[in-house]
């Protein structure tokens, strides 16, 4: 799965290996991983809808989510599979900024990510509001590819990269945690790397 380069780079002494969690290879590349096919989008009929336990449900068009503020984070992305990649670049809309705007009941512990072909992934609260989480547009600079998922992904830089959901299109808050597409099929609830949450 690893060329020699990228295996070398593993052994690069630029980096630190404090920063890669256990059992993971670093590599340069940026594979693409995902169930199905690459959805096609037409962003005059994208939405981002925020449901379940809010006081108002919210409905976000392209231009209303272009409109709000930006946030630049850097991090590493560490896929259950056994690749990361070191010094990302996101920008977009930080998920904190974006729910600020936004009146959770109390009941709110969990979220449900919603997105294209009805893909899905579990987050807790907690773990969504961190300041680092982000709707990302952007990579490195760059418009997302479509196969890394134009026009908007989640980025959850502290977990596992399931849980960073490609073609994002809304968030369903809940009291009760609920397994997500690949949950279903034993991935782990939560996902943090460096405590190797990959299967339940
Ligand atoms: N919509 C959607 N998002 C998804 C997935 C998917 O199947 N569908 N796969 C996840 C998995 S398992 C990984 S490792 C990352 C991969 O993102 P990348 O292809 O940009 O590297 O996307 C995540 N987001
Ligand atoms: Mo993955």
């Not at 994002?168 to 460096?194: I, K, S, T």
Request: hydrophobic fraction near 40%; proline fraction near 8%.
């Amino acid at each position: 799965m690893f060329n020699t380069e990228e295996r070398g780079h593993s052994a690069d002494l630029t980096i630190d290996p404090r920063r890669v969690p256990p059992g993971q290879v670093v590599t340069r590349k940026w594979p693409v991983l995902h169930y199905g096919s690459v959805p096609r989008i037409d962003l005059a009929r994208w939405d981002f809808r925020i449901t379940g336990l809010v006081e108002e449900p919210v409905r976000l068009t392209w231009p209303e989510f272009q409109s709000l503020p930006r946030t630049t984070v850097h991090c590493d992305i560490h896929c259950v599979t056994r690749w990361s990649r070191l010094d990302n670049t996101f920008e977009g809309v930080a998920v904190r900024d974006l729910l600020a705007r936004v009146r959770l009941k109390p009941e709110a512990r969990f979220v449900m990510v919603h997105a294209e072909h009805g893909f899905t992934t579990n987050l807790p609260l907690d773990d969504l509001l961190r300041p680092d989480v982000l709707l990302a547009d952007h990579h490195d600079g760059l418009p997302l590819a479509p196969e890394h998922g134009w026009p908007v992904r989640l980025v959850v830089p502290h977990l596992y990269f399931w849980k960073s959901a490609k073609w994002v299109r809304g968030f369903e808050f809940l009291a009760d945690d609920r397994p997500g597409f690949w949950e279903q099929y034993g991935y782990h609830m939560r996902g943090d790397p460096w405590k190797e949450e990959r299967y339940a």
